[in-house]
């Protein structure tokens, strides 16, 4: 069975919607299991939901670093960013934490926009999302470096 999310062969829009929607379906799930069904015992789910926004943060973004793929690099960098989401779903409603959350979401999904963007042109004109072949592309298409640029250091 093939993973969509991890496979070099699959349209970047597909991986860029499941890399998406998988997470905010997460965290919607997991906001009404964590304030409705567990509620009196959300105390003791609160070390292992840290540890995980921790694993999170620190494993997404290492393996993010190693990828070869703009694609794969993308999917694993929003592993480690479903931790911020996490830490919302820990502080709960007492201080605002699913409004944060929401708030975070939304800005996360406008802000994978550009990435995604950027690497479906790119890849229309080169025929591939390989880092290396990022490398001059201020010189072959300023307009398409900077855009890239900006949407990535918005993440």
């Known amino acids: 069975m093939r993973n969509p999310l991890f496979d070099s062969d699959s349209p970047t829009p597909v991986v860029a919607f499941l890399s998406v929607t ?12 964590f304030d409705i069904p567990f509620y009196f015992s959300s105390n003791e789910w609160h070390l292992l939901l840290e540890i995980l926004a921790i694993l999170s943060m620190i ?5 993010a670093i190693a990828q070869t793929s703009m694609k794969h690099m993308l999917v694993y960098s929003s592993i480690g960013q479903i ?8 502080i709960g409603d007492s201080n605002g934490g699913y409004a944060s959350m929401i708030t975070y979401m939304l800005f996360y999904i406008s802000m994978n926009l550009g990435p995604f963007s950027c690497i479906v042109s790119f890849g229309l004109r080169i025929g591939s999302d390989n880092i290396r ?19 990535l250091l918005s993440l």
């Open 83 to 90: 931790g911020y989401v996490i830490i919302g779903i820990i």
């Open 133 to 151: 072949d990022y490398v001059g592309l201020y010189m072959k298409d300023p307009f398409l470096a900077l855009s890239s640029a900006l949407s």
């Open 22 to 33: 998988s997470k905010v379906a997460a965290s919607a799930s997991a906001t009404r299991i």
């Open 59 to 63: 494993l997404g973004n290492l393996i």
